[in-house]
């Protein structure tokens, strides 16, 4: 049977493995939770990916719209989606793959069906190792893309508690490469509101600081 929304999906797990969280990509914040809410309906024991269908009305609703769906908007959404790529640094490999690789819309029944795409599924099926696991929950109230990414990125790197990444690094993490530039611009519109809202809205609190180093700049991260 394919799994389907529910009104408690937000209780679910998301669980990806470690590369996964550092990997670089742009989505909306839209987009994130849509991929969100997918890995959360991936089960610990599964081998393949499956169709995973959506009542279109309670889809809305986890994403916080409100009324009727709109079929135009949401075919809109996910034929964006499916040009979204993400990159995968893994030695001397770097792998660009999309999220998406299929879609089908049934407007008689009111459902969405989405598969990802099958090179995902080292970093999403069976992982023994080496992986971050989240409350969807946690993400669903966000309202910034940046606020979702920095999130996992903490959760990543939770029991460590204190970490320090590479100014340019991050800005791939959070598919800010191409704005902010200027550090103070960075943390005044990515950082400062992250903090803010990841400690109004879920379970982790975090602070930030500039680190210099003789050939670049590095942010520390640190679990407040």
């Known amino acids: 049977m394919e799994p389907s929304v529910t009104r408690q999906s937000n209780n679910n797990s998301v669980t990806k493995s470690n590369i996964l969280i550092e990997a670089s990509y742009k989505l909306t914040v839209t987009e994130q939770k849509i991929i969100l809410y997918l890995v959360s309906q991936i089960n610990k024991d599964d081998d393949d990916f499956k169709m995973y269908t959506l009542p ?44 998406i690789s299929y879609v089908e819309y049934d407007e008689h029944s009111g459902r969405v069906s989405l598969s990802f795409d099958p090179r995902l599924k080292p970093y999403l099926l069976q992982l023994k190792k080496e992986f971050t696991t989240y409350r969807l929950k946690n993400v669903m109230e966000l309202k910034s893309g940046y606020s979702i990414r920095i999130y996992e990125i903490l959760k990543r790197w939770q029991f460590i508690n204190d970490v320090e990444i590479p100014l340019d690094e991050l800005r791939k993490m959070v598919g800010a490469t191409d704005k902010y530039l200027e550090y103070h611009n960075f943390k005044k519109r990515v950082l400062a509101p992250a903090k803010k809202e990841i400690a109004e809205k879920t379970d982790l609190a975090f602070e930030y600081k500039e680190v210099n180093y003789p050939t670049a700049k590095a942010v520390g991260l640190q679990l407040a």
Request: hydrophobic fraction near 30%; glycine fraction near 6%; proline fraction near 2%.
């Open 56 to 99: 279109i009305q309670h889809f809305y609703e986890l994403l916080g719209y409100r009324g009727s769906p709109k079929y135009s908007e949401m075919r809109e959404i996910t034929r964006n989606l499916m040009r979204k790529i993400l990159e995968i640094k893994e030695g001397t490999k770097l792998k660009q793959m999309s999220w």
